[in-house]
C-alpha cells in the first residue's frame, strides 16, 4: 500500500513538473517571440504547444517520445538562452541615460542622476544631473517598499540622506523602449532590459506615491 502510493505520488510530481516547463516554455515564446507583433509570438506558442503534445504519438517507441519532447524543449530554450541585452534602442524618457559615479576619497559624483518634476494632466519636466555628495555626510538610509497588485510583490528603493546635499535613491528597474507596456509576467521572462536608476528622492519616491496609481 506504502509503495503504491508512493509511485502514484511519484508520478504526480512529474508531471506537474512536466507540467510547469511547459508553461514556461509557453510563456518564453509568448513574450519573448521572434515576433514584433505579440500575436504573432502567442499563435507561433500555440503551434509549439501543439506540436509537442501531438508529435510524440507518432512514435511506438518511449525514447522516441521523450527524444521529441527533448527537442521541441531544446527549441525554445536554446534561441532563449542566447537572447541578450542592449543599451541601443529608443527608450522611454525616464530611463534615457545610465547612470555613473566616479568615486575620490569622500566625494561621489553621480553623473546622469534623474531629477524630473511631475505635474498633472502627465506633464513631465526632465532633468538630468551631475551631482557631488560626500560621504562624509550620509546621515542614514531608507528602503522603501513600492507594492503593486498583490502583497507578496514589491519594488525595493533604497535612498541615502546626505544632509544639505539632498537625498539620492537608487532603483532596479524595468527598462522600457517607447511605445511599450509594463508587464508583470513580461518582466519574469526577457521581455525588458534592467537598469539601474540614480535618482532625487523626489522624483522617485513621488512618482509613486501621487501620480502613479
Given at each position: 500500500?506504502?509503495?503504491?502510493?508512493?509511485?502514484?505520488?511519484?508520478?504526480?510530481?512529474?508531471?506537474?513538473?512536466?507540467?510547469?516547463?511547459?508553461?514556461?516554455?509557453?510563456?518564453?515564446?509568448?513574450?519573448?517571440?521572434?515576433?514584433?507583433?505579440?500575436?504573432?509570438?502567442?499563435?507561433?506558442?500555440?503551434?509549439?504547444?501543439?506540436?509537442?503534445?501531438?508529435?510524440?504519438?507518432?512514435?511506438?517507441?518511449?525514447?522516441?517520445?521523450?527524444?521529441?519532447?527533448?527537442?521541441?524543449?531544446?527549441?525554445?530554450?536554446?534561441?532563449?538562452?542566447?537572447?541578450?541585452?542592449?543599451?541601443?534602442?529608443?527608450?522611454?524618457?525616464?530611463?534615457?541615460?545610465?547612470?555613473?559615479?566616479?568615486?575620490?576619497?569622500?566625494?561621489?559624483?553621480?553623473?546622469?542622476?534623474?531629477?524630473?518634476?511631475?505635474?498633472?494632466?502627465?506633464?513631465?519636466?526632465?532633468?538630468?544631473?551631475?551631482?557631488?555628495?560626500?560621504?562624509?555626510?550620509?546621515?542614514?538610509?531608507?528602503?522603501?517598499?513600492?507594492?503593486?497588485?498583490?502583497?507578496?510583490?514589491?519594488?525595493?528603493?533604497?535612498?541615502?540622506?546626505?544632509?544639505?546635499?539632498?537625498?539620492?535613491?537608487?532603483s532596479i528597474e524595468t527598462r522600457?523602449?517607447?511605445?511599450?507596456?509594463?508587464?508583470?509576467?513580461?518582466?519574469?521572462?526577457?521581455?525588458?532590459?534592467?537598469?539601474?536608476?540614480?535618482?532625487?528622492?523626489?522624483?522617485?519616491?513621488?512618482?509613486?506615491?501621487?501620480?502613479?496609481?
Amino acid at each position: 500500500m506504502f509503495s503504491r502510493l508512493l509511485r502514484w505520488s511519484g508520478r504526480v510530481i512529474f508531471f506537474v513538473a512536466v507540467f510547469l516547463v511547459l508553461l514556461w516554455c509557453f510563456g518564453a515564446i509568448c513574450f519573448d517571440g521572434p515576433f514584433a507583433n505579440a500575436r504573432w509570438n502567442t499563435l507561433l506558442a500555440c503551434g509549439w504547444a501543439v506540436a509537442t503534445l501531438a508529435l510524440p504519438f507518432f512514435t511506438k517507441s518511449k525514447k522516441g517520445r521523450w527524444g521529441i519532447r527533448l527537442v521541441c524543449l531544446l527549441i525554445v530554450v536554446i534561441p532563449w538562452s542566447l537572447i541578450r541585452p542592449s543599451n541601443n534602442r529608443v527608450w522611454m524618457p525616464e530611463y534615457a541615460h545610465e547612470p555613473h559615479a566616479t568615486i575620490t576619497e569622500d566625494v561621489v559624483t553621480i553623473e546622469n542622476l534623474r531629477n524630473f518634476d511631475y505635474q498633472p494632466g502627465g506633464v513631465i519636466i526632465e532633468r538630468w544631473e551631475t551631482r557631488t555628495v560626500h560621504l562624509s555626510n550620509l546621515r542614514g538610509a531608507d528602503l522603501v517598499l513600492n507594492f503593486w497588485g498583490s502583497d507578496l510583490m514589491a519594488h525595493p528603493i533604497f535612498t541615502f540622506d546626505f544632509g544639505a546635499e539632498g537625498r539620492v535613491a537608487f532603483s532596479i528597474e524595468t527598462r522600457r523602449e517607447k511605445g511599450e507596456a509594463s508587464s508583470t509576467l513580461g518582466g519574469l521572462y526577457k521581455n525588458f532590459d534592467l537598469i539601474y536608476l540614480a535618482s532625487d528622492e523626489r522624483d522617485v519616491i513621488r512618482l509613486r506615491t501621487n501620480y502613479r496609481s
